[in-house]
Nanobody, 128 residues
Framework: EVEVMESGGGSVQAGGSLNLSCVVS????????MGWFRQVPGKQREGIAA????????IYADSVKGRFTISEDNSKNTVKLQMNNLTPEDTAMYYC?????????????????????WGHGTQVTVSS
């Protein structure tokens, strides 16, 4: 059974940093892309960062470019999202997804499909 688990969310003040982690397990073959999305109540889930696994290209939404960094660890089943210079506009539930479509969706600023391998999310709250 495939599992995707996020951690690292929390509450910080504006200008602060958080480092999210996403661990996946149960894949027969490693997913070729993993990424991070975020969602606030009443809005569509937004793709913000993705990485082609195995040392591949990173993709960022304009809203986080220059502040967030996605990385993959050596085991290739974990991706992290280092978030710096956080603002109240970054407050959201952050979700990790692992599947072939993730990089395409994030790069194209598309609405993610309802299917796929998702975690349960980790809350990030930034106060002013």
């Amino acid at each position: 059974e495939v599992e995707v688990m996020e951690s690292g969310g929390g509450s910080v003040q504006a200008g602060g940093s958080l480092n999210l982690s996403c661990v996946v397990s149960g894949f027969m073959y490693p997913p070729n892309c993993m990424g991070w999305f975020r969602q606030v109540p009443g809005k569509q889930r937004e793709g913000i960062a993705a990485i082609y696994t195995g040392g591949g290209r990173q993709i960022y939404a304009d809203s986080v470019k220059g502040r967030f960094t996605i990385s993959e660890d050596n085991s290739k089943n974990t991706v992290k999202l280092q978030m710096n210079n956080l603002t109240p506009e970054d407050t959201a539930m952050y979700y990790c997804a692992a599947d072939g479509w993730v990089c395409t969706v994030v790069e194209g600023a598309q609405t993610p499909p309802p299917f796929g391998y998702w975690g349960h999310g980790t809350q990030v709250t930034v106060s002013s």
